[in-house]
């Protein structure tokens, strides 16, 4: 019976609410559908209606005092039948508007969604009965477009997070029925509904505006991955239906709505979810999507002549590009670029369309991607339509130009920078509108002011894509636009520079197009003089070479240019950066030294000119290694045809004998043997080639003193006659230099202008020596100056000095008349030079006179005037002495002979860095010049051992460079340090990113001094605002935890946020070695250890101990994570010392060992913790005796001999172990020894134990180990 009256119950709602229905339906089709009387009851019946569906739902709905409402009743079936017939009379009436507003009052997600199924079916019927016109679609669009944007669009602020994932089902529901009506229509229709067009117009725009939800969901992963999701679902079956719809007959209406939804797809939908789902875990295929697009796209003819066709979607699409890693993906953005922009034919287009910039962008991303395999096919295409488009830029650049220059409004519609522009008139999914505003200020600022004002903080990965394609673009721009090349293309290659140095990672991204560049200007004819020297200039710049990816592209493409049959001018250009390209990657010396060897024997001129030029700036810049080999190719130019060549071989002679990698008399004895020439006679060299004879001047003032000897008594014999004499061949070359000087005057061959020129040079050489070098002795000329006689034994020395006296005297009487013919012409800077080198010679001269005809009082302390030669006599140290010194010496054998590289330079660095009282303090550049010849050698090691021995080595070497900033004057303190920064900053990106380690080495050893505190916040700095910069997570970590110690000095806030992020590092790499973190943590313990010897009250003191508890915490942990327990004892530990609680009553393993695959972590975390002893110890001396007992418990061969001595010495210092506990653990530890079979690996553990635990025992001990 109780089943009877539900069934009753139900039907009669059911036939009164299909009754109310038909009414309603009849009366507005029906006569009196006009008839004001049955438009109130129509809508008295659709106002009460609503009441009743909120009514109904009541029926089902739990009742407060937790009973079922609908027991009594079928409620369900009655809810049901409203919400059926409702829906009928909502859809299709413009005068209902109640689809969102019963979505919105019930309450129920499971009426909700009932509700969006039964519109869904209602809409069906309705547009399958109404025909399809247009006023009945708007009618139904509006209906169920109200509908859609209550359930999907509306703030999700303001929906309770229990609600979210109920929204989210109901969203995807009235997102499929949306899709599956429009899908039917289409495929039962052969034209297109105006219900569907507007549809897919409206879902395009829609999507758009629901994917700005991820601002709301974004703290919480979970719900902005469910939007990402629903995104994809939209954007997949909407591409669906544009392909589906644009294969029908179309009107130029439903062709322009079409064409919208194309646009918001491109413009706003494709790089937001591209944006979106990089910040996410979350991948999506989008290149399906891409050709779904693509193949619409090809469909509609019209498509050029709508909104999309613009640089704001090129730049979009471009950056989407570059920001894709999948070739497919790739592959799909460039079809969807070129269906855009390949269809710009007709030249009307050009009016509307900034086409120019568009052809620049498709170059660029054509020369970008023609580099791989799979998308070359794609990047020829691209090229070829962004060539073809930019070779428009002149006659619109030109009708510009014009129209401004014949008095009419000026049209700068097209000019780059308002092509710039014009990329902000819609908003983009990422803020580079900003970055292009910069760029456009930087390239029309002739100071270029602005270039680097916007790299104070890192751009998004978006957001330098979107730099880089502004860049290239405009780069190709100026090459293919003659008008623009004048300035737009070193503008251009000047903005590159800046972006490579803020992001150098994209240099071989940027190098592709710059070849190309070269490769376009090269086939012009003729060929760009301007550009080529341009970028040849560029790809020799350090933002490219300091990229390993493309300093190779780099030199594979110059390279072949420098072989013959290449052109003159170009292969001899190439030659002349290749010291630059040396300057910037040294790892390419070696190649470039073969080029030049090659060139240098070239048949052609020009080629063996830039050749020996070249090899005259790499001796300048001190970059040629081995000159053993180099020295025959000079030898073999001395004689050359070409006096250029002559000249650059002299001056390469030159540099070398100035940085002292040849010896200055065996070079002028070379030359005299080669060019059968003697310096004594100086009319050998007065029929010489200016630039000949110059470069020999030159070299001529490199000259110096007889070196010491190891005999104590001539030492003291020179002493007495005012130290060493010069070489013989100095003396010769100073006579040489004298005797030109005189006669070149009255040598007829050379013009008034050329003597100059040789005179400046020999005033500049003779000024560089010192009075004794030149042959001035102040006693004999003072003699001399007393006597009307001059005797025979005085008198070379007394002519010497009326021979200066009168190539000076010449010299003033030369400026003169120079004075006088610059006032004709514009030589007014070699007047200059030859003034500011005869001025030098007379200060020489006076400061000698000075001395002679002085106060003799003072005579001895100022004698005369040391040249650069003969200075450094005053701080010499004898070879007995440095003989005295072997560890250096042997440190250097091991060095040059070890296997290792890496273990070698460690070695040669802790050599560098050991403090001997005994030698005074070295000074700091040349510690840094020494260190930096070997730090690119150093290479992450596969062992922990290896890598400890590395980073102490570098700490050891960086104190000792503190040393000596300490050393050194007051004044200069600052200065020197700076500079130690800046070189330390240039090995982490040159050679190694060891360099890191060295800068927070550096920034650790240093103490607090006032002046020094701005180099310190900038090394922090550089270490933490750059996480990027580091190729590896160890050096990350361990710079990160020397930082950390750094500040933890001051007690830092930060400090602890930096330890948090080393923790959670460090428990990501679970199962795998990080011993860069080990090890960091070490050096932090230590740090920090100074302040935690004693058990005082100082918050300070206690807060370090606290972090010190923390670090050895994280640090014993890994040791659990290494190890197989049965128990959580190891956990329990780490615990107690975490809180500095008592470890007596904790139970110990019995047994430990090492998990599968981790050897090597549990090595390292050995080592770490062997170095926290002390700290430990200082916290308490119980826990660092269990820490101690449970390394024990591990086996020989795990590492836990790096550990004993640590372990041993402490205990011992603190009382908790004797002399006796060590001799046990020697007999121990020699019966493992012994026991052990002769190749067994394991025997290594033991034996460097028993090696370290020798050194804390007695001397029989040591003897009988």
Request: proline content about 3%.
């Amino acid at each position: 019976h109780h089943q009877t009256s539900k069934t009753t119950y139900a039907s009669a709602a059911n036939a009164f609410f299909s009754y109310l229905a038909e009414y309603v339906l009849a009366n507005n089709n029906g006569e009196d559908s006009n008839d004001s009387t049955a438009q109130e009851k129509r809508y008295q019946i659709r106002s009460k209606w609503l009441q009743w569906c909120v009514r109904c739902e009541e029926l089902i709905s739990p009742a407060d005092d937790g009973s079922s409402a609908n027991s009594n009743g079928g409620g369900r079936s009655v809810l049901i039948s409203c919400l059926k017939n409702y829906s009928s009379i909502c859809v299709g009436n413009s005068s209902s508007g109640g689809c969102d507003m019963v979505y919105r009052s019930l309450k129920s997600s499971t009426s909700r969604k009932y509700w969006i199924r039964s519109i869904a079916s209602a809409l069906e019927l309705a547009i399958t009965t109404s025909g399809g016109g247009l006023e009945e679609s708007n009618v139904l669009f509006q209906d169920f477009h109200s509908l859609f944007e209550a359930c999907t669009l509306q703030a999700r602020g303001k929906i309770q997070f229990h609600d979210l994932l109920a929204h989210n089902e109901e969203s995807r529901l009235i997102l499929n029925e949306s899709l599956r009506i429009c899908t039917m229509n289409l495929h039962n229709d052969r034209s297109v509904c105006q219900f569907t067009i507007k549809m897919i117009e409206y879902l395009a725009v829609s999507l758009a505006s629901y994917l700005d939800q991820l601002v709301y969901a974004s703290t919480n992963p979970h719900e902005s991955v469910a939007v990402l999701e629903l995104s994809y679902e939209w954007l997949r079956g909407l591409s669906d239906l544009i392909r589906s719809a644009s294969a029908k007959e179309l009107d130029e209406d439903n062709t322009k709505s079409l064409t919208k939804a194309i646009d918001a797809i491109i413009v706003a939908i494709l790089p937001q979810l591209s944006s979106s789902t990089s910040s996410f875990m979350v991948a999506f295929e989008m290149t399906s999507i891409c050709a779904t697009i693509a193949s619409a796209i090809n469909t509609l003819g019209q498509y050029s002549t709508f909104t999309t066709a613009k640089s704001a979607a090129a730049m979009r699409l471009g950056t989407l590009a570059l920001s894709l890693e999948s070739d497919r993906e790739i592959k799909g953005v460039c079809d969807l670029l070129l269906g855009v922009f390949s269809c710009f034919t007709d030249d009307a287009a050009l009016v509307d369309n900034d086409v120019t910039f568009v052809g620049g962008i498709l170059y660029a991303l054509g020369c970008v991607f023609s580099s791989r395999p799979n998308c070359a096919k794609k990047a020829l295409m691209m090229k070829k339509v962004g060539q073809k488009l930019i070779k428009r830029i002149p006659t619109i650049i030109a009708s510009s130009i014009s129209s401004s220059s014949s008095g009419e409004e000026k049209s700068e519609r097209l000019h780059l920078i308002d092509l710039l522009a014009s990329l902000k008139s819609e908003p983009p999914s990422t803020n580079y509108q900003h970055l292009i505003e910069v760029i456009s200020e930087a390239i029309s600022d002739s100071d270029q002011t602005n270039l680097h004002s916007w790299r104070r903080r890192p751009l998004a990965l978006e957001d330098q894509c979107s730099g880089l394609l502004v860049g290239l673009a405009f780069l190709h721009m100026s090459v293919m636009s003659p008008i623009l090349t004048e300035h737009g293309y070193q503008r251009t290659l000047a903005f590159l520079t800046s972006f490579l140095e803020c992001y150098p990672r994209a240099a071989s991204r940027v190098l592709p197009s710059v070849l190309d560049t070269v490769r376009m200007s090269s086939q012009q004819s003729p060929p760009l003089p301007q550009i080529l020297s341009t970028s040849f200039a560029f790809i020799a710049s350090k933002p490219i070479l300091s990229d390993p990816h493309s300093a190779h592209l780099a030199w594979t493409y110059l390279s072949p240019l420098t072989n013959d049959g290449v052109p003159s001018a170009t292969r001899a250009s190439i030659i002349r950066i290749l010291p630059q390209m040396c300057l910037n990657n040294k790892k390419l010396f070696r190649r470039i030294r073969d080029v030049i060897g090659k060139s240098m024997v070239s048949t052609d001129p020009m080629v063996r000119i830039a050749a020996t030029a070249t090899l005259s700036d790499m001796a300048k810049l001190d970059l040629l290694r081995d000159v053993e080999g180099i020295v025959s190719w000079i030898q073999g130019r001395l004689n050359d045809e070409e006096s250029t060549v002559t000249r650059f071989a002299l001056s390469a002679l030159r540099y070398l004998v100035q940085n002292e990698e040849l010896d200055f008399d065996l070079v002028v004895r070379v030359l005299e043997k080669r060019l059968g020439t003697d310096l004594g006679v100086v009319d050998d060299f007065l029929g010489w080639d200016i630039l000949a004879l110059e470069s020999l001047v030159e070299l001529l003032s490199e000259g110096g003193l007889e070196e010491d000897d190891d005999d104590e008594s001539h030492d003291e014999e020179d002493e007495e006659e005012g130290g060493p004499a010069p070489t013989a061949k100095t003396v010769k070359a100073v006579t040489l230099l004298i005797e030109l000087a005189l006669n070149i005057s009255s040598e007829e061959r050379y013009d008034f202008s050329t003597q100059s020129r040789i005179l400046s040079k020999i005033y500049q050489s003779l000024a560089n020596y010192s009075a004794l070098i030149l042959g001035l002795d102040p006693e004999s000329i003072r003699t001399c100056a007393d006597l009307t006689s001059i005797p025979e034994d005085l008198r070379g020395d007394w002519e010497r000095y009326v021979e200066l006296k009168t190539i000076v005297q010449s010299g003033m009487s030369l400026v003169t008349r120079m004075e006088d013919d610059t006032k004709n012409d514009d030589s007014g800077s070699t007047t200059a030079e030859f003034s500011i080198n005869l001025v030098a010679m007379m200060q020489l001269l006076l400061s000698f006179e000075e001395v002679t005809f002085g106060s003799f009082v003072f005579r001895k302390g100022s004698s005369s005037s040391k040249g650069k030669n003969e200075g450094a006599q005053q701080h010499r140290v004898s070879k007995a002495v440095i003989s005295a010194l072997p560890e250096i010496s042997a440190i250097r054998s091991m060095y040059e002979s070890d296997e290792s590289v890496s273990a070698r330079v460690a070695a040669y660095f802790y050599a560098l860095g050991v403090e001997d009282d005994n030698d005074p303090i070295p000074q700091t550049s040349a510690l840094l010049a020494e260190m930096t010849e070997c730090i690119s050698y150093f290479a992450p090691p596969a062992d922990p051992p290896s890598y400890a021995m590395q980073v102490f080595s570098i700490t050891n070497a960086m104190s000792a460079v503190f040393r000596s900033i300490q050393n050194a004057d007051e004044n200069c303190r600052e200065e020197l340090f700076e500079t130690a920064v800046d070189q330390l900053e240039e090995w982490a990106t040159e050679f190694s990113e060891y360099g890191y380690i060295a800068l927070s080495a550096l920034a650790l050893a240093t103490d607090d001094s006032p002046q020094l505190y701005s180099g310190i916040s900038r090394v922090q700095n550089i270490i933490l605002d750059g996480s990027g910069m580091f190729e590896t997570e160890d050096v990350k970590l361990l710079c990160t935890c020397m930082v950390a110690a750094r500040l933890s000095q001051t007690t830092d806030a930060r400090v602890v946020d930096l330890l948090d992020s080393v923790e959670k590092s460090i428990e990501r790499h679970n199962g795998q070695s990080c011993f860069g973190g080990y090890l960091g943590l070490a050096i932090f313990v230590q740090s920090v250890a100074r302040k935690i010897r004693s058990h005082g009250s100082d918050p300070s003191e206690d807060w370090c101990r606290e972090q010190a508890r923390r670090c050895i915490c994280i640090l014993v942990k890994s040791l659990n994570n290494c190890t197989l327990t049965d128990d959580e004892s190891i956990l329990e530990l780490a615990s107690c010392i975490e809180t500095g609680k008592s470890s007596d009553t904790l139970p110990l393993p019995s047994e430990l060992t090492a998990k599968d695959g981790a050897a090597q972590k549990l090595i390292g975390v050995i080592i770490a913790l062997s170095h926290c002893f002390p700290a430990l110890a200082g916290v308490s001396a119980d826990l660092l005796k269990s820490v101690v007992a449970v390394i024990d418990k591990l086996p020989w061969g795990s590492g836990k001999g790096f550990a004993t001595h640590a372990a041993y010495k402490t205990l011992i210092d603190a009382g908790m172990y004797s002399m006796d506990d060590l001799s046990g653990a020697i007999a121990n530890t020699v019966a493992r020894v012994q026991g052990f079979d002769s190749d067994c690996i394991d025997l290594l553990d033991p034996l460097f134990s028993l090696a370290s635990l020798c050194r804390l025992s007695s001397g029989k001990v040591k003897e009988e180990l």
